[in-house]
């Protein structure tokens, strides 16, 4: 059984840092491109980054370029996502999803697994 599983999420105040894990167990990642996605209270969930297999391609959405970054470490099977400079309106659910596809892929219609997410509070 394949699962993604998040951790690190929690309140921190505006301004703040948190940086969110999601390891993987029952089949490896390394050949597959990662993405975080998130969702704000009462809204549709968006993408937030996205990385090809090896880390080549990255990509953000707009509301994180310059104060988020995806990475991963493909011998943890594990991929992060380090949140800098947090505001209140990027409080949301956010989730890891796992994509059998190597190249980058920014649809959520593409990834086939998904974690159960981890909130994250922002307080102004």
């Known amino acids: 059984q394949v699962q993604l599983v998040e951790s690190g999420g929690g309140l921190v105040q505006a301004g703040g840092s948190l940086r969110l894990s999601c390891t993987a167990s029952?089949?490896?990642?390394?050949?597959?491109?990662m993405g975080w996605f998130r969702q704000p209270p009462g809204k549709a969930r968006e993408l937030v980054a996205a990385?090809?297999?090896?880390?080549?391609?990255?990509s953000y959405a707009v509301p994180g370029k310059g104060r988020f970054t995806i990475s991963r470490d493909n011998t943890k099977n594990t991929v992060y996502l380090q949140m800098n400079s947090l505001k209140p309106e990027d409080t949301a659910v956010y989730y890891c999803?796992?994509?059998?596809?190597?190249?980058?892929?920014?649809?959520?219609?593409?990834?086939?697994?998904w974690g159960q997410g981890t909130q994250v509070t922002v307080s102004s």
């Open positions: 029952g089949r490896t990642f390394s050949g597959n491109a």
């Open positions: 999803a796992g994509s059998l596809k190597l190249r980058i892929v920014l649809s959520s219609d593409e990834y086939d697994y």
């Open positions: 990385m090809s297999w090896n880390g080549g391609r990255t």
